[in-house]
Structure formats: structure tokens, C-alpha cells
């Protein structure tokens, strides 16, 4: 079953971002209640079970990744980071020459994808006045699994006057995964966050659609006193309903979504522009998609099926560099990890 965009009563807020460098930080991050997400969904919970290979919390099990970002005087600086493997970064790159003053980052991870009784979490504080991206270094693969579950908490705060743009490369679940995600988003009402998904119905070139157990995720957008913005609900349970329908998947073996959250343009002047970015596409290709404005007036979002990635990923693509082009007047980069 999948629900879309709505606004949500019970998000709670993260807590005030703390140093992760700073040796007194009182957080440990590889207590059990850190990276434990709550709230999971039952239709992924009822796979829970000590698996007979290395259990929740053994070493490899758990990735943890903890970024903070200042503003200097020339550009975006990472003052603050903590990673345990899996999960990890190499050094912020500056390569866009319009925008020499963000930071572009790319998350890793040592494992190759994810794991039965994995659980991982990222957390990434943007001060005011940043300009961050975040991506991935490949697609996210979430492999076959017999015992148990993985889930991984993603939770980004972006400060007074900061732009993010949290763009991963798809996820793909394979055959019996079961996997839970929440991304949970604190945006300053002159913050601008740019967030990206992509999910294909499985391993495409092998024939699998929706063989997977079930793949359930959940977007919550709050402003800094904790008040909701809206929620995105994502659940695909093949074996309790079906999700080929026309509220779900359809036909397609690829959706993809782009929010754009920001007080910097009117609401309807975003939703209008990411409509005018995919409307040729739409009409070429045959893919399915439409624009609309967020609740609040906070913004606005997309969401595109289609049959194949390079198609969906092109207008992605197009969407990103019109809200890019409008909001701070510049294009999207030539991407640099190929």
C-alpha cells in the first residue's frame, strides 16, 4: 500500500545538533538506542529474529555517520565528523565553478549494500548560511534476507539561510529483503532542502518486480520548534497488497521523487517550474509524473514513473537543475563519481 504526501500530527523533532567532534560530546553513538529506529511498521517488525550470522550491534552491523558544516568566509566547511564503518566519507570536494563555496560530499559504505540485522544511521547539521550536497558513492542495494531485517534513520537539520541537497542514487530490493527507512528533516523556514528518491521494484535486468518481502519507508518534514511540515508514507508489502496498482508502482519498475522545501520562492513558482521541466519529458518518453505544491506553501514535489532508470534519472535530472536554476540561480553540476 502506498500513501502520498500528507501532513503528519506526531513528528518529533531531532534533538539540537551536537559537535560530533568535539571530544565532550556526551552522545555514544554505538548504544543500541542511537541507530534503533522506532516506530517500525508491523509488516517489516514481524521478521524480527536473531539471525545465525553476526547479530544486530556486531561489528560491520551497525554504521554510524555523524556530520556537522559551518560557513567560513570563503565556503562550507565539515567542522564536525564521526563514522564508524560501514558507513564513512572521503574529504568535501568544491568542483562546481559556479558555486565554488559548496561542499560536495559523498557518503560511502564499505559493505557494498545492506545486510539482514543491519542498522544504520546518518546524521548531518547544516549551520546557517551553508551549501551542502550529499550523495551516494552507487545505488543502494538491500540484499536477500532469511533471518530478521535492516533499517536505516537518516536525520538532516539545516540551519537559518543554509541550502541542502540530499540526492542518493536508487535503491534497489532484492528478492525477500525487508528494509525500513526514515529520513527526518528540521528546516529553518530560510533553509532550502533539495531531497531525492529513487526506488526501482527490484533487480530490473533480472526479471525480479517486487519480490521483495516488504520495502517501507517514511519522510518527515518539521520546522526547527518541532511543527510539521508534511510526511511522504511509502508501504510496498507484495504478500498483504498489491502495489502495481494505479496508487502505487502501476506498471513501472522505477519512482523517483524530488522534494523542494524553501521559503525563498513562493510555492506555486516552484511547482510551476518543475512542471514546465518535466512536461516535455512526459510527452517524449511516456513517463508518468506530475508537480504539485507542498502543504503550507512550503514548497513543492514530483513524483515520475517510468519503465527504466536512464529515463527516470534524466528527469530527475531536469527537475533538479529548474528548482537549482530558480532558487539559486545556478544549474546543476556535470556529476564527478563515474
Known sequence: MFTGTVETPD?????????PADPADPVDRLAPEWYTVSGIPEAVTRYAQVPDTLPVGSPGKVGVLDLAFTRSVRRTELSGHFQKSPLQIMRPHYYDPL??????????SSGGGILQGDRYRTDVACGPGTAVHLTTQAATKIYRMEQDYATQLVRLTAGPDSYLEYLPDATIPYVDSRYYQRIEVTADPSATVVIG????AGRLAHGERHAYAAFCGDLEVAGPDGEPIFADTVRLVPGDAGVTGPAVFGGAGVMASLFVVTGAVPASEVADTLHHALAPLIT???LRGGASVLPGERGAWIRVLGQESPQVNHALRAAWDAARR?????????????
Do not use: Q, S
Open 99 to 108: 558555486r565554488p563555496d559548496m561542499a560536495y560530499v559523498l557518503l560511502l
Open 11 to 19: 513528528h518529533t523533532p531531532p534533538a539540537d545538533p551536537v559537535d
Open 284 to 286: 517524449r518518453t511516456g
Open 326 to 338: 530558480l532558487i539559486i540561480g545556478v544549474p546543476a553540476p556535470e556529476p564527478r563519481k563515474h
Open 197 to 200: 528518491e529513487t526506488l526501482l
